[in-house]
C-alpha cells in the first residue's frame, strides 16, 4: 500500500538473530526468504514489510512492538551522548544527521561506540599508570579491582540492556507474587531461611540436588530481597551479563570476575528498582534516597547505588558519583558518573565529611566541595551497617557519599530549604594530599608531588610542611 509505513529496523533484526544464535541462511529458511534479503534488511536497504515483521513474531514468539522499537532510537541516544565529548567539541554535528547514521548505519554506529568505549578505558588505564608512577613504593602489577572499575567507569556504571532484561523480569515476579514465588514456579526452587550457624560463612546458596535456595536468616529485608533479586540475574540474565562482558578484554581472570559479579549485582538492583519506575520516582522525590529506599524496600546503600545508573539514553537522571570506605580511609566501592576525580591511589582528602561521617552514625552530612582547579560538588554522606543481624554477630561499619556536579544540585532535596548549605560555603578539599597544592592547608599529611620542601631552621608555617612556590 502507498501508505504504509516504512520501517527500517536492520539492527533490531541482526540483534534478535545473533541472540538466536543463527546465521542469515539458518533466519532466511525459517521466514522462506533468501538469504540475501535478509542481508538487505539487516543493512537497511530494504524496508521491514507489516508481514514480514508479524512472520518473524510467529516464528521466533518474540513481541511485535518490542521487535519495532527501541534499539534504534537507543543507538542514537548513546551516539549523540558520544559526540557531546570534548573531543569532537569542533564539528558540527547536528542531531537529526547523528541520528540518521544511527539508523541508516546500523553497523558503523555500533563500531564507533565500541571505539569509544574502548578509548574511555585506555584513557582510564593511562590515567591510573601515570598515576602510579608517581608513587615509587607502588609495585607493577596487574590489579583486577582497577581494571574492573575502569570498565564501569569507561561506561559510565550504565548498561541499558541490562536494565531493559531486569525490567522485564521484573514484570514477570510481579505476575508471580514475588521472587520466592517466581523462583518456586519457573525453577522449582524453594526459599529457606536458615539460621547462620547452618550456613557456615555463607549469606546466600544454591542447592540444585534438594532444590533449594537457602537464605541466612540475619539478613534483613532489604538483604534478603537483594540475595533473591541476585539469584534471579544469574538463574536468568546470564546472556545479557555475559554480551556485557564480552565488550572489553581482561588482562586477568581476576578482572572478569569482579566485573562479572558487578554485573550480576546491576541487575539485581534494576530488577529491586526497574529502571522506568524509578526514573520516575527520583524526580517525584527530588533524589531524597531514605524515601527511595522506603519506596522501593531497598536500603540506603542498595538505593544510592542505584542512583549512579540512570543514565540510558534519551531517560538521563543527575549523574552521581559514589563512594564507600571504611573507618580507616580503605575504598572498597567506588563508582563515577559525575567526573569527579578521585584518588587512585593513597588516601582521600580529610576535610570531605566522607570522613566526619562516623561520628554521627545514620546522620545525613551534606557538604558542598570544592577543588583547587574551582569545580564544585555537592555530596551527601552517611554511614551503614553491614552484618549483625544478632547479638554478637559481627558489624561492619562504613561510610557511603553520593555527589553531582554543582549544575545539578539544585534538582536535590538536600539542597532545598532556607537552611541547606549554601555552594557559596564549599569547603576547599583537594583529590589527595599528593596531589593537592593548597599551601595553606592544616590537615595535610604529605607535600605535593614535585615541590619542593623549604627548611624550618627560621620559619615554621601553620601547615605542616611549607614548600616553595616553584
Known amino acids: 500500500m502507498a501508505n504504509e509505513r516504512r520501517l527500517y529496523l536492520g539492527a533490531n533484526l541482526r540483534r534478535l538473530r545473533r541472540d538466536l544464535g543463527l546465521t542469515q541462511a539458518d533466519m532466511a529458511a525459517d521466514l522462506e526468504v533468501s538469504a540475501s534479503y535478509i542481508a538487505l534488511l539487516e543493512r537497511n536497504h530494504r524496508p521491514l514489510s507489516a508481514e ?17 522499537g527501541g534499539t534504534g532510537a537507543d543507538d542514537a541516544a548513546r551516539l549523540q551522548a558520544v559526540l557531546k ?58 590489579d583486577p579491582v582497577a581494571e574492573s572499575r575502569r570498565f564501569l567507569a569507561a561506561r ?39 539460621p547462620s550457624s547452618v550456613m557456615v560463612g555463607s549469606t546466600r546458596r544454591l542447592d540444585w540436588h534438594r532444590r533449594e535456595l537457602l537464605l541466612d536468616d540475619s539478613l534483613d529485608g532489604a538483604s534478603q530481597s537483594f540475595q533473591l533479586a541476585l539469584q534471579l540475574a544469574y538463574l536468568e540474565l546470564p546472556k ?32 529491586l528498582m526497574p529502571y522506568s519506575a524509578f526514573a520516575k520516582a527520583v524526580e517525584a522525590r527530588h533524589y531524597d534516597v531514605e524515601a527511595l529506599g522506603r519506596q522501593f524496600g531497598t536500603s540506603f546503600e542498595q538505593t544510592a547505588h542505584r542512583l549512579t545508573t540512570l543514565q540510558k539514553p534519551g531517560q538521563e537522571r543527575v549523574p552521581f558519583f559514589f563512594i564507600r570506605v571504611d573507618p580507616a580511609g580503605n575504598v572498597s566501592k567506588r563508582l563515577d558518573g559525575a567526573g569527579f576525580p578521585f ?8 576535610l570531605w565529611s566522607l570522613h566526619e561521617a562516623f561520628r554521627t552514625p545514620r546522620q545525613i552530612v551534606t557538604q558542598w566541595l570544592e577543588l583547587p ?46 537552611d541547606a548549605p549554601r555552594p557559596e560555603n564549599a569547603t576547599p578539599i583537594g583529590v589527595t594530599c599528593r596531589l593537592c597544592h593548597r599551601t595553606e592547608c592544616t590537615a595535610r599529611s604529605a607535600p605535593p608531588i614535585g615541590r619542593q620542601i623549604l627548611p624550618d631552621d627560621i620559619r615554621r608555617t601553620t601547615a605542616p610542611f611549607g614548600f616553595s612556590d616553584n
Open 85 to 142: 565529548d570534548p573531543l569532537f567539541a569542533d564539528i558540527d554535528l547536528p542531531a537529526l544527521e547523528s541520528g540518521d547514521v544511527a539508523t541508516n548505519y546500523p553497523a558503523f554506529t555500533e563500531a564507533l561506540l565500541r571505539l569509544y568505549t574502548a578509548y574511555q578505558e585506555e584513557h582510564l588505564a593511562l590515567a591510573d599508570r601515570a598515576e602510579a608512577a608517581r608513587d615509587s613504593d607502588l609495585e607493577e602489577a596487574p
Open 52 to 68: 514480514m515483521l508479524l512472520r518473524l513474531a510467529q516464528t521466533y514468539k518474540v513481541d511485535v512492538a518490542a521487535l519495532a
Open 343 to 350: 584518588a587512585r591511589h593513597g588516601g582521600g582528602c580529610p
Open 156 to 194: 559510565r556504571n550504565s548498561f541499558p540492556t541490562l536494565d531493559d532484561a531486569a525490567e522485564r523480569l521484573a514484570q514477570a515476579i510481579a505476575a508471580h507474587e514475588g521472587m520466592a514465588g517466581y523462583l518456586k514456579s519457573r525453577h522449582q526452587l524453594r526459599v529457606r531461611r536458615i
Open 373 to 418: 582547579d574551582g569545580q564544585r560538588f555537592f555530596s551527601i554522606a552517611r554511614t551503614v551497617t553491614a552484618g549483625g543481624g544478632a547479638y554478637g554477630a559481627p558489624r561492619v561499619e562504613r561510610a557511603i557519599a553520593l555527589g553531582c556536579a554543582a549544575e545539578h544540585a539544585h534538582r536535590l532535596v538536600y539542597t532545598q530549604g532556607p
Open 240 to 271: 545479557e551479563i555475559d554480551a556485557a562482558l564480552a565488550e572489553s578484554s581482561f588482562a586477568t581472570e581476576s578482572g572478569e570476575r569482579p566485573t562479572r559479579r558487578a554485573l550480576a549485582s546491576y541487575a539485581a538492583a534494576a530488577v
